[in-house]
């Protein structure tokens, strides 16, 4: 029988659950099935926002957009536009639902164990063909997968079921590779992070501009201190590093961030002399507010161009 078996909704940079239906079938494909959701849901930000895996009796779909990744598990004769019309639902609702910092700052599995109850009644729905009544959104999907086919994994890309084996990328309608690494997107930005980011070209210009006056005193007065000067472009470059790094995602990318949110605390330290309380206190609490924003902004998987 073509059928719909289970379906689940999950966060594309680590993998987190956070929400999924509820399964009665405990054949042995369906078990083998769930290792190999466990898998994809691993590999997903190194995959494109649109594929299907084929395992046997069974298929494997999903779509990913906004950080997040919508996934089924269906019978191999399952129709494809049927497939991906139904992820395309459960995405539009979830992301009337839940706003992007709620996934963005969840750190229980299935979370969102709610919305269950629609990805039951859409199954539901979408098991029994008579009762669908998306015939627009049917030929629709239908003209977008023949333009832009989903990209077939195969299970040897992901190894084996026991083995999480490296995925280092895959190839996609002539795009290349596709990595998690450098040219991987972020998040959208935030009004959050806009102010955090234009605060920190405020203090990095500040120190530009105190360095530049360390620099005349240095030369008016000998007995000047050369160091007052480097901390200054020290704080300047931290600062713009800092925007940096929101923009653009790098590898140990968190970590860079505290590194640089320790600099500029070390830089108003030892400038401590040159400053009033007032002044530290704004490039310190600037500067962790810029650590957070970058911490906050993630990695998100390729968006979806099609029906959103």
């Known amino acids: 029988m073509s059928m ?16 999924a239906s509820t399964d009665y079938e405990q054949s ?46 269906c019978t191999e004769n399952y129709p494809s536009v049927l497939a991906f019309c139904f992820l395309d639902e459960l995405q539009k609702e979830f992301i009337t639902t839940y706003n992007m910092m709620k996934t963005n700052t969840a750190v229980r599995p299935y979370c969102f164990i709610e919305f269950d109850n629609f990805i039951q009644r859409t199954k539901q729905r979408y098991n ?7 015939k627009m959104n049917l030929a629709d999907m239908q003209t977008e997968i023949k333009l832009r086919p989903p990209y077939q994994i195969s299970v040897s890309e992901l190894g084996s079921a026991n083995g999480f084996s490296h995925l280092s990328g895959v190839e996609y309608k002539g795009t290349g590779k596709i990595s998690a690494a450098p040219h991987q ?14 605060l920190s070209l405020l203090c990095g210009a500040l120190n530009l501009i105190r360095g530049f006056h360390a620099i005349e ?51 108003n330290m030892y400038l401590y002399e040159l400053r009033n309380l007032w002044q530290l206190f704004f490039h310190v ?3 962790a507010f810029s650590t957070l924003q970058i911490r906050l902004r993630q990695p998100q998987g390729k968006s979806p161009d099609y029906n959103v």
């Open 185 to 198: 997107r972020l998040e959208p930005v935030t009004l959050p992070g806009i102010v955090s980011f234009v």
């Open 28 to 73: 042995t494909g369906m078990q083998e099935c769930r290792k190999y959701f466990k898998m994809l849901s691993k590999k997903l930000s190194q995959l494109p926002d649109r594929c299907t895996l084929k395992t046997g009796h069974y298929n494997i779909n999903f779509i990913s957009s906004l950080g997040v990744s919508y996934m089924m598990l």
């Open 217 to 267: 005193s240095l030369l008016q007065n000998e007995g000047e201190d050369f160091s007052y000067v480097i901390a200054f472009f020290l704080g300047t470059a931290a600062c713009l590093y800092q925007c940096y790094l929101f923009v653009y995602y790098t590898g140990w990318r968190n970590a860079k961030s505290f590194l640089t949110f320790g600099l500029i605390c070390l830089c």
């Open 128 to 134: 029994n063909t008579r009762s669908l009544s998306t």
């Open 4 to 19: 719909i078996l289970s379906a689940s909704v999950v966060r594309v940079r680590d993998g987190l659950p956070l929400s």
């Open 285 to 287: 609490t600037v500067g």
